[in-house]
């Protein structure tokens, strides 16, 4: 088991590299300068939700080919739906754009560490890797809080990959929250 690491959260969490995995050869690997754009996407997502008055999440998903097939932003607040989260809207997004639900060989790339919805659609979708930038300790469900996608009672585990320009994620939030407390 991983360490402990300051704060409780278990970075150690992010077991695999994202660049290869023997486990599911569908997924390929991928460049971290690709991840690097990937979650600059996201963040540009993520700055549109809060000009909606979001919470400022974005995410984007990739293909086998680190081609962007899917984005997604929070939208709790502006369409009222409290089941509007990044990580499902851009996944909706990756398989339509495909036209297939089975995002097995694809790559979510999102600010935040997702919540346990978020996490267990990922299962349903069965996307091969989580990458995500800030952890989150309070409703983090990729290795902060729960480990669903390492559950031993589920049958698919993706590779999780966690803190991909974290600070800058973090921040996004913190000012966020900081200018709807002034
Ligand atoms: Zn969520």
């Known amino acids: 088991m991983e360490t402990m690491s300051a704060g409780g959260i278990r970075h150690g969490w992010c077991h695999n590299e994202p660049m290869a995995n023997s486990v599911n050869p569908a997924l390929p690997p991928l460049d971290p300068l690709t991840l690097d754009e990937a979650m600059a996407a ?6 549109l939700a809060a000009l909606a008055g979001d919470v400022p999440v974005g995410a984007v998903v990739l293909d086998e080919q680190g081609r962007l097939i899917g984005a997604g932003r929070n939208l709790r607040e502006r369409d009222g739906d409290p089941l509007a989260h990044a990580e499902v809207e851009a996944m ?27 996490a267990g659609a990922c299962l349903q979708t069965r996307i091969g890797r989580i990458v995500f930038g800030a952890w989150d300790a309070k409703l983090g469900a990729c290795g902060s809080v729960w480990d669903l996608p390492r559950d031993p009672h589920v049958g698919h ?17 913190t000012d966020f929250f900081r200018t709807r407390r002034a």
């Open 92 to 118: 909706r997004a990756a398989a339509r754009t495909r036209g297939d639900w089975n995002l097995e060989g694809c790559t979510l790339v999102v600010t935040l560490e997702p919540c346990p919805m978020c």
């Open 42 to 47: 996201a963040l540009e997502q993520g700055a």
């Open 157 to 173: 585990e993706p590779q999780v990959f966690g803190g991909v320009r974290e600070e800058e994620c973090a921040r996004v939030l």
